[in-house]
């Protein structure tokens, strides 16, 4: 999301999202392109986001709404993709 306006739409529980970042530091499911559906909020602008194997808080500039889709993903939404190995001190 590029405006903090867009977290007014958010409806926690209906509002699907879609991962623009790569946060597979924290999770190896959390790949650009993931789905999740949020279901609350943490902080004033971090969403609590639950996708089918954990659920995570998101920064809201690290998703962007996915129209016409609501409820849960399942693991077909998800992108197929096989984690590279990390090395230590790597981001």
């Not at 709404?65 to 993709?81: E, F, H, R, S, Y």
Request: aromatic share 4%; glycine share 8%.
């Amino acid at each position: 999301m590029d405006d903090r306006n867009e977290l007014s739409k958010i409806v926690f529980g209906e509002t699907r999202v879609i991962l623009t970042r790569d946060l597979s530091v924290m999770n190896p499911n959390l790949v650009p392109g993931a789905q999740g559906l949020v279901i609350g909020k943490i902080a004033n602008y971090t969403l609590k986001v639950a996708f089918p194997k954990v659920t995570v808080g998101i920064n809201w500039r690290d998703c962007d709404i996915l129209a016409g889709k609501t409820g849960m993903p399942t693991d077909a939404d998800q992108p197929k993709v096989i984690p590279k190995p990390r090395h230590m001190g790597e981001e």
